[in-house]
């Protein structure tokens, strides 16, 4: 069963174009999810957090690649 945050930008199977791109991206929101005790069920990066923590730029970063996945 996969879980909703990860369907959601990533659908249930990778294309085969693109594959290595988006195991990347996989990758990395898994570790930002990981580095910053995200637990939203649905969105895969959590809500954006306030502007002073470091990570607000990481997660700016995170969510225009997930939108130009394509």
Do not use: I
């Not at 939203?40 to 990570?55: D, E, I, M, S, T």
């Amino acid at each position: 069963m996969l879980l909703m945050w990860f369907v959601t930008p990533f659908g249930p199977v990778l294309p085969a174009r693109g594959t290595v791109q988006r195991m990347n991206l996989a990758v990395a929101v898994l570790l930002y999810r990981m580095e910053h005790s995200v637990t939203n069920q649905v969105l895969a990066l959590g809500p954006v957090p306030p502007r002073p923590p470091q990570h607000f730029q990481c997660h700016q970063d995170l969510t225009e690649k997930l939108r130009r996945r394509d």
